[in-house]
């Protein structure tokens, strides 16, 4: 593998390097069509104009435009437009697409292993997926994993962590759980169900009315920003915390393998700069626009976030456990990517604890 010896070289600058590591596959001369065109289309799977998360996939398709000279033109689809949101990765296998923009986790009907490169409960935080992925050895189970749909991935944004939803009753022990009716998608929903939580799912379109309705009693989203523009604190009145469930996606660029290997090297260069450019960038708007927006959630509409209880975050925490060891024991792809994952969580948690946990904690004394 070229990119093996290539990653040896890397040096200082952790995400542009780590984005010209990934995806040289293609190395050596230049190339003979430099003024080449390409025109791509790019479906996502977010609804049109999606605070942070579209947006962010509209600035990627931008900085791509932009940084390449226009010698890669874009037509860019939000959910629906051209293909339904849960079909854009394959619209990009086949090549419908050129390239999409979502979660990792939407494929896990592809692949079971795909959620990590996502989020999974209890799982990294979006600097520590940056680390994963760059340099401690995810990005390349990432493209193994892809290649045998012909797709090849790249980190391309990330929410940060996120909350844990929106509760129509307060949560003060595993007992209060019991019965509700949730939407909460994913291992996360899987997960509440063993604890006696009914997970359903609804679009984002029908969120708020669902829950003012009654039809379910809780919802998570996102975070303060996409939380706030919902209007879900109209439809609810307790806001727990933290977003145990989803610690830090990584949303995702991918680019069909024909598509990718038909451009010439410097353009390879600048989608790779474009997707290390909105990976750093969507995590700082949402850092940026969760904090605004939990101001004015608590000092225009009265919301006191709540942590979820020590007793509840621990059972959560050993049920999710149980669940991914379940699923490592039917799916050996899913169990080499966990464990890999699970070794890298683990080693990083000691140095965490040393940095930014005691660093927060020093402001606090
Ligand atoms: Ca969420």
């Known amino acids: 593998m070229q990119r093996r010896r290539f990653l040896k070289g890397v040096g200082a600058g952790a995400v542009v390097a780590g984005a010209a590591a990934c995806g040289s596959e293609r190395q050596g001369g230049t190339d003979s069509g430099t003024q080449q065109r390409f025109s791509w289309k790019m479906v996502t799977t977010w609804p049109p104009g999606l605070p942070g998360l579209g947006t962010g996939a509209q600035d990627l398709a931008d900085a791509i435009q932009r940084n390449s000279g226009g010698r890669i033109q874009i037509q860019f689809y939000a ?22 923009h979502g979660a990792a986790y939407y494929w896990k009907g592809k692949s079971e292993a795909a959620q990590f490169f996502a989020t ?4 990294m935080n979006a600097v520590e997926m940056n680390a994963w992925l760059y340099y ?15 797709v090849v991935p790249f980190p391309a944004g990330n929410s940060g962590t996120q909350m844990g939803g929106w509760f129509n009753k307060e949560i003060n022990s595993l007992d209060d759980l019991v019965g509700l009716k949730m939407r909460i998608p994913g291992l996360g929903g899987e997960v ?20 003012e309705t009654g039809t379910i009693d809780a919802t998570e ?7 706030l523009a919902l209007g879900l604190f109209r ?21 069909n393998r024909a598509a990718w290997e038909n451009l010439p090297d410097d353009l390879q260069g600048i989608v790779e700069s474009a997707c290390a ?19 004015v959630l608590m000092n225009e509409h009265g919301i006191t976030p709540r942590p979820f209880p020590d007793e509840v975050l621990r059972e959560l925490r050993r049920v ?8 490592s024991a039917a799916d050996a792809d899913f169990k080499r990517v966990r464990d890999a994952y699970k070794a890298y969580q683990a080693k990083m948690a000691t140095w965490q604890n040393m940095a930014e946990m005691a660093y927060h904690r020093s402001l606090s004394l």
Not at 221 to 227: F, L, S
């Open 136 to 150: 401690g050895g995810g990005w390349e189970l990432w493209r193994e994993i892809y290649a045998p749909f012909g």
């Open 192 to 211: 509440l169900k063993r604890v006696g939580v009914t997970p359903v799912n609804v679009p984002a379109s029908e969120l708020f009315t669902a829950l």
């Open 120 to 123: 999974v409960p209890f799982g």
């Open 221 to 227: 989203w996102v975070g303060p920003y996409n939380d």
């Open 79 to 100: 959910a629906g437009e051209l293909v339904p949101p849960l079909e854009v990765f394959d619209a990009v296998s086949t090549g419908t697409a050129e390239m999409g």
């Open 277 to 295: 450019q909105v990976n750093v960038r969507m995590q700082s708007e949402f850092m940026a626009r969760n904090q605004d927006s939990l101001a």
């Open 320 to 327: 999710t456990d149980v669940v991914l060891d379940e699923r």
């Open 235 to 255: 439809a609810a009145s307790y806001y727990y915390y933290p977003g145990w469930h989803e610690p830090g996606p990584t949303l995702e660029c991918i680019v």
